[in-house]
């Protein structure tokens, strides 16, 4: 059951987190039209209490949020909203209203999981990703064997292009073997800090 924000005292907080970074950008408040307009138009629109209106962040800077998805909090009064941000988000140039730099795209990883996860229990004619699993564990295990071979091959030239493309490919087929072998990545970073804490 999806849970609706409950905006019948009024405005709720609601803030913005990069759904590439997970960094959190910013708060401002919402009413039912600002989420509707939000829906609607794709662009984060907040209700601004300072110019008493609704007010789409990125309208005088050009710095838009495309909103990507919503949650709301357990007790309806909290929206957390996931977005891109086309520029610096604070109005004093930072990246954040924290003066933090929005940084680092890991969090599309989980993003990325979830539809190779998807392609594993929904699989498609046309999907690459569901062709993998339909083949088999073995397919899986020798596809990133030979995008690892590939990526040494093009770690001793000097074609950055070349190689990060490799880089992209290993490390997609690994998540697929992930997901084939039905071990989450976190289990994984589990052993990495184990023994970096050891």
Request: with cysteine; net charge negative; charged share 25%.
């Amino acid at each position: 059951m999806t849970r609706e924000a409950d905006f019948s005292k009024g405005l709720v907080p609601a803030i913005v987190q990069d759904h590439l970074t997970g960094k959190v950008l910013m708060q401002g408040y919402m009413d039912a039209e600002a989420l509707q307009h939000t829906l609607s138009t794709g662009k984060v629109t907040f209700f601004s209490r300072s110019k008493n209106r609704l007010w789409t962040k990125g309208e005088a800077s050009g710095n838009y949020l495309t909103y990507i998805s919503h949650a709301v909090d357990c007790d309806g009064d909290s929206l957390l909203i996931q977005a891109q941000p086309a520029g610096p988000v604070c109005h004093t140039g930072a990246d954040t209203c924290w003066e933090e730099q929005n940084t680092g795209k890991v969090a599309f990883i989980r993003y990325l999981t979830g539809i190779i996860h998807d392609r594993k229990l929904n699989p498609s004619g046309q999907s690459y990703t569901a062709s993998l699993f339909a083949k088999g564990i073995n397919k899986v295990a020798q596809k990133v064997g030979e995008e690892a071979v590939e990526l040494v091959i093009e770690a001793k030239d000097d074609h950055k292009d070349l190689f990060l493309g490799e880089a992209a490919d290993l490390l997609f087929h690994y998540l697929v073997l992930l997901e084939a072998k039905e071990v989450e990545l976190d289990e994984v970073l589990d052993v990495l800090i184990k023994r970096h804490s050891s």
